[in-house]
């Protein structure tokens, strides 16, 4: 019997953070793979419907990397909030639309150079924190070993913990970065309340 | 045997091969599960067409084979061979992975249904949400091939269906999340939405979540009873193929092996919900009163229902076969019966050897204790399903016996009925968990 057996043996049913990762870099360079596709599918496609489809996809997909990193209810909340009623909604808007007539529309899109300076700008952020990170934030750092899988990176970011479910995300939102969180719903309020405004004309 | 063969045998594993790492007998138990739920569905459809003919003072289908017992083999042999069409018109691509959809989504949820404290393919900590997330995905397969087909009558009955099927889900969800908040009332103190989790919650608690707080649980069941008929498109909410209206709503343009696809997500979907049912509220693989029935003799009784089970329907087959007319155009029916007949005694009795061996032998033996946990696993599997065959007979009764929705009042019945009820039941459960336990 190998060791990760005799590990597993020891934890009861409920348990399952025992489980020694399979294949972590595969899985997650054919999910980043597949979320990147369908995401420029999903801005590629003529019609509104293929859109939709290769939106879902990249929406399982991250589903799939937040499970990798050991975040199993925020994947499972993914799945049910965005891909199951969502999705259903936005294709429920587009079956009403005549997409043959929408296809061959020439587009609005006459701000793409705005959109474009604004991806880049995002780009070259993300760029520069991954090349420049390391000197930012110093006393900030978890030290971590070169090749390390995510279950290490979860305990060094949550600590020793028996259960999977037992990860204190609930408290990290209401405790540490109670402002993120509060700034994400003001940003729902705002998307919800733009949308009736924007659909009513008379209020 | 190699080491993955033999590793999850050792008798001190109690979990599912998932939890407990090992890849090869998770494969073998999604392969048994694949094939269970298709030979399930193919029973279902023969059960299906002959209850509801009774039902109706007919006799249903009576050609092929005795009592029409090998009618959905020569469906399906149809169904493969019929063409398969596309309309020129459609939308090819979305067309053909529309029923694919329907059919994953449907089938994914097998992965955490637990069929017994380790007889499921995996232990998810997420279970429930993980079931409730995949099964609401069947919807994008219906939407999706009423869209592609580019034909009136499917577009309304995709409409139609989606538009059921997220109002609906919310009263589900609510009524679920009640029977999650009993798990809570644990001695430990906490809840969990694993499928296992819940069921061993039920057995600590020493009752099942439809009694408890009564009558709480009994009404959140009653919601999600509700609620899980009109999710899986049955009738009296079938307004998504209701054939009086819609032709046959959104698979009007399907025929041939995608059709069939979308006749095994549906009746794939209608277990997994019963599976949900059963698991939440039922006490999922337990037999009626675990806690109190647990001596040996009780056991041992108990391990004798699978068998009598079988040897009961070996009985009605017997039965069928001497009871076919004497003449010779029937001897062909009377031979295959009396065979089935016979296999099904075989069973019974490989069962009832399981059982008897498992009782009489001395408890210290290895191979006492090797039968003894393989008579533990044939019966959780055996409530399990048994209580989900329950469920399969209430579809088909629902659909013999109620008239169909209007969809006004379909809407009426998800939004200002359940819905508040389904509040209201989550509160006060919420309450007397807290205040009187």
Redesign the interface.
């Known amino acids: ?2 060791p ?2 005799a590990m ?2 020891t ?6 953070s ?3 990762p ?1 294949a972590t870099p595969w899985f997650f360079y054919s999910l980043a793979a597949l979320a990147v596709i369908s995401g420029v599918l999903v801005i590629t496609r003529r ?1 509104a ?2 859109s939709a ?1 290769a939106l ?1 996809v990249t929406l399982l997909s991250v589903a799939g990397l937040y499970l990798m990193l050991y975040a ?2 925020v ?3 993914q ?2 909030v965005y ?3 969502i ?3 936005f ?2 808007v587009i ?2 639309v005549n997409i043959d007539r929408s296809s061959k529309e020439r587009r609005f899109n006459r701000i793409w150079p705005v959109g474009l300076t604004a991806s880049c700008a995002l780009l070259a952020l993300f760029v520069s924190a991954i090349v420049k990170g390391k000197d930012l934030f110093v006393d900030r750092m978890i030290p971590l070993p070169e090749g390390s899988n995510t279950q290490e990176i979860a305990t060094a970011l949550y600590g020793e913990v028996v ?3 037992q990860y204190p995300k609930g408290q990290y939102m209401m405790g540490q970065y109670t402002f993120a969180f509060e700034i994400a719903s003001l940003l729902l309020l705002v998307a919800i309340l733009g949308a009736v405004i924007m659909t009513k004309k008379k209020i | 045997m190699p080491d993955f063969i033999t590793s999850y045998l050792d008798r001190t594993i109690t979990v599912t091969p998932g939890a407990a790492g090992s890849q090869f007998w998770a494969l073998i138990y999604v392969l048994i599960i694949f094939a269970g739920v298709s030979v399930a569905v193919i029973c279902m459809n023969w059960i299906e067409r002959k209850a509801l003919a009774h039902f109706q003072v007919r006799l249903g289908p009576m050609r092929v084979g005795p009592h029409g017992l090998l009618q959905p083999i020569a469906d399906a042999i149809k169904l493969l061979l019929k063409e398969d069409i596309i309309p020129a018109e459609a939308d090819q691509f979305v067309f053909w992975i529309a029923p694919l959809i329907g059919l994953l989504a449907a089938f994914t949820v097998y992965t955490v249904i637990p069929f017994g404290p380790s007889q499921a393919v995996s232990d998810m900590n997420i279970g429930i949400l993980f079931m409730l997330g995949v099964s609401s995905l069947g919807v994008l397969g219906i939407v999706v091939a009423g869209w592609a087909s580019n034909s009136h009558y499917p577009l309304i009955g995709a409409l139609r269906s989606s538009a059921q099927m997220v109002s609906y889900e919310v009263a589900m969800g609510l009524a679920v999340i009640s029977a999650i908040l009993m798990t809570s009332l644990n001695v430990s103190g906490t809840g969990t939405l694993s499928m296992i989790g819940i069921v061993q919650a039920q057995q600590q608690q020493g009752v099942w979540f439809i009694f408890k707080f009564f009558p709480l649980g009994l009404i959140a069941f009653a919601i999600f009873a509700v609620a899980m008929v009109a999710e899986t498109n049955r009738s009296p909410f079938d307004l998504a193929e209701a054939e009086s209206e819609l032709t046959a709503g959104f698979h009007t343009e399907y025929s041939g092996l995608r059709w069939s696809l979308f006749m095994l997500a549906e009746y794939a979907a209608m277990i997994a919900v019963s599976s949900i049912a059963v698991t939440l509220w039922l006490g999922g693989w337990m037999h009626p009163f675990p806690n109190l029935l647990h001596a040996q003799a009780w056991e041992f009784l108990f391990s004798l229902f699978p068998g009598l089970t079988f040897g009961g329907l070996a009985a009605i087959a017997y039965i069928g076969a001497q009871r076919m007319p004497p003449h010779s155009f029937f001897k062909i029916q009377r031979i295959g019966l009396a065979v089935f007949a016979v296999v099904l005694a075989f069973i019974a009795l490989l069962l009832l050897m399981i059982a008897v061996v498992a009782g009489l032998l001395p408890q210290s033996s290895a191979a006492a204790q090797f039968t003894t946990g393989f008579r533990d696993g044939i019966d959780n599997v055996y409530w399990f399903v048994l209580k989900v065959a329950v469920f399969m007979y209430m579809f088909i009764w629902y659909r013999a016996t109620w008239p169909r929705y209007r969809f006004d009042q379909l809407m009426r019945v998800g939004w200002k009925v359940l819905l508040p009820i389904s509040l209201g039941v989550l509160v006060l459960t919420a309450i007397v968990g807290v205040y009187f336990s």
Do not use: E, R, W
């Open positions: 019997m190998n990760a057996m597993a043996m934890l009861n049913a409920t348990d399952n025992g489980m020694a399979v019609n419907v293929h489809l879902i199993p209810f994947a499972g909340v799945i049910i891909a199951g009623g999705m259903v909604l294709l429920f079956m009403l259960k999977t479910s």
